[in-house]
C-alpha cells in the first residue's frame, strides 16, 4: 500500500506519536511519501534521518489513500491537495475536536491495522464551487462552507440573492454561510442552521446575524445553483471557501453551487452519524 501523509507544523506534544507511527507503517511495508513542508519539520525536530520522499503541495500523488495528522483544518487542507485526484482521506485527530477524523492518535495501531486489512467503509461528500465574476480564485472547491462576509466596515451587508435564477431575498447581516452536509457542523451551527446528516443531497443557506429575525436558514436541494450580488458600503468584501478568504469588490456576482466531484472520506466499519453525535458533540452529556 502507498501512503501520502499530510500534517500541520504544530505537533511538539504529538512527535514521539507520530514518529512511532512511521516506524509501524515501514515495518509493514507500506511506501510512505511526506508532504514536503510536514516532511521538513518533522526532520527538523529528529535526529535521525528521515530518508522518506516528499512531494509538494499541488503535485501529483501517487498514492492508494491520504493520511491527515492534525485536526479538522488539516484534514480540509488535505481534501484541498487529493480531492481532484480521487484519493481517499483517512484523519487521524491531533487537534481539539477533529470532527472529520475517524481515528485519534491514541488509536493509530488500530487505524493502520484497519487500513491494511482493508476494515472500512468509504463515504462520499459532496462538495460545493464557487465562483465570482472578475476573481481569479486559485482553489474554487469548499467541503465544509462558502461564506459571504463583511471587510472593512461595521456597517451590516446586503447580499441579492437568487435560486435555480429566480428572486430568493435579499439578507441583509453579517454575512451568509451556504454549506454542505458535512459543514453543517462548522459554520453553519455557529449561525444556527441545522445539523444535516453528511450525506445527504442538500445544501443550508444560513444568515449571519441577520438584520430582520425572519431570516432564517434555508435547506435547499443540492442541485440547486445559488447567484449572490453583495452591495456593501466598502470598497470590496469576503469571499470565504472552507476558511481561505478572498477579497471580492463590492457588486460583484459569487455563484455557488454542487462540484462535480466528491471527497472520499475513510470511516470505520460500522460507523453512524448518531454516534459521532455521541462522541464528538457530547450528544447526551
Known amino acids: ?15 514521539t506519536a507520530i514518529m512511532q507511527l512511521l516506524d509501524q507503517l515501514r515495518l509493514r511495508g507500506v511506501t510512505i511519501t511526506l508532504e514536503r513542508d510536514f516532511g521538513q519539520y518533522l526532520q527538523d525536530h529528529t535526529a535521525t534521518p528521515l530518508g522518506l520522499p516528499t512531494v509538494q503541495c499541488g503535485q501529483q500523488v501517487d498514492a492508494d489513500v491520504a493520511l491527515s495528522l492534525g485536526g479538522d483544518g488539516t484534514f480540509l487542507t488535505t481534501v484541498m491537495w487529493v480531492v481532484e485526484q480521487g484519493v481517499p482521506i483517512m484523519g487521524i485527530n491531533m ?3 477533529g470532527y472529520l477524523a475517524a481515528y485519534s492518535i491514541d488509536e493509530a495501531p488500530q487505524a493502520i491495522d484497519d487500513l491494511l486489512a ?3 467503509a468509504i463515504e462520499h461528500r459532496a462538495m460545493l464551487r464557487a465562483q465570482c465574476d472578475g476573481v ?14 463583511r471587510q472593512d466596515t461595521s456597517s451590516m451587508i446586503e447580499m441579492e440573492t437568487t435560486l435555480q435564477g ?9 454575512g451568509l454561510v451556504v454549506c454542505t452536509p458535512t459543514g453543517s ?5 455557529s449561525a ?10 442538500c445544501m443550508v443557506l444560513s444568515p449571519i446575524s441577520p438584520h430582520s429575525l425572519t431570516m432564517r436558514p434555508l435547506v435547499v436541494p443540492d442541485q440547486a445553483v445559488i447567484t449572490i450580488v453583495t452591495h456593501t458600503r466598502a470598497d470590496s468584501y469576503r469571499l470565504s471557501l472552507d476558511g481561505e478568504g478572498i477579497t471580492c469588490p463590492a457588486g460583484s456576482r459569487v455563484t455557488i453551487e454542487r462540484a ?13 452519524f448518531a454516534q459521532t453525535l455521541r462522541h464528538k458533540l457530547h450528544w447526551g452529556s
Open 118 to 120: 482493508g476494515n472500512y
Open 185 to 189: 457542523t462548522a459554520y453553519n451551527l
Open 192 to 201: 444556527g442552521g441545522p445539523i444535516l446528516e453528511p450525506t445527504t443531497r
Open 136 to 149: 481569479d480564485i486559485e482553489h474554487p472547491l469548499a467541503l465544509n462552507d462558502v461564506a459571504i462576509l
Open 1 to 15: 500500500m502507498k501512503l501520502v501523509i499530510f500534517g500541520n507544523n504544530y505537533q511538539d506534544t504529538n512527535l
Open 166 to 174: 429566480r428572486p430568493l431575498t435579499t439578507y441583509k447581516g453579517d
Open 95 to 97: 487537534g481539539h475536536l
Open 260 to 272: 462535480p466531484i466528491d471527497v472520499k472520506v475513510i470511516q470505520r466499519t460500522g460507523h453512524n
